[in-house]
């Protein structure tokens, strides 16, 4: 996937991508070891490498061309997986954001800008991984704080089976 005709830092992006997994490691072992996620200490590792390396394996695709609603989704199934496992919310949003802190300083490290053009990309890179996490944040506190019930997630599976089947009704 190219990203030059964007005009975002598509070097950087291709960077995370290319160093996704280095990435995934150290987000899981900071989210593993860090006392603000006492809770994620117990999680799977597999499960927290799975859900970062997705994120960060894909991330100029989550930036650029993700659309919001794949986003609330992913997000917002995020809350309510971390609801249902009884994490505090507080632990939630600062996986979120030591996740992004951990990206940003990965960033800055290997970021140096040759002129105004590339500073400016990076800054807008910079800005688009702070509203991505913003949304994220958001939407994960949605999900852990109205999950659906047993009755919608039900109505749900049965909307969708009769997408898949094509039928409009059943009785």
């Known amino acids: 996937m190219t990203h030059e005709p964007h005009h975002f830092a598509g070097r950087l992006i291709a960077l995370i991508e290319s160093h996704a997994e280095e990435l995934t490691r150290g987000t899981v ?7 603000r996620t006492p809770s994620y200490h117990g999680l799977s590792y597999r499960d927290l490498h ?6 960060y394996h894909d991330f100029g695709h989550w930036l ?4 919001e609603g794949a986003v609330r989704g992913k997000y917002y199934d995020l809350g309510v997986r971390r609801s249902r496992e009884r994490i505090p919310l507080s632990e939630v949003l600062w996986a ?4 992004k802190n951990y990206l940003g300083s990965y960033l800055a490290a290997w970021a140096l800008s040759d002129s105004a053009v590339e500073l400016y990309r990076q800054q807008e ?4 991984i702070t509203h991505f ?4 944040m958001c939407y994960a506190a ?11 997630l039900e109505e749900e599976s ?4 009769r997408r898949r089947s094509g039928a409009g009704w059943v009785l």
Not at 64 to 67: A, D, F, S, V, W
């Open 29 to 35: 072992e900071q989210l593993q070891a860090s006392s």
């Open 142 to 152: 949605e999900g852990y704080e109205h999950p659906p019930d047993a009755e919608s």
């Open 133 to 136: 996490f913003d949304r994220a």
């Open 50 to 55: 799975e859900r970062v390396f997705d994120v």
């Open 96 to 99: 979120l954001v030591l996740t």
């Open 158 to 161: 049965l909307s969708a089976a």
């Open 125 to 128: 890179l910079d800005r688009l």
């Open 64 to 67: 650029l061309e993700k659309t």
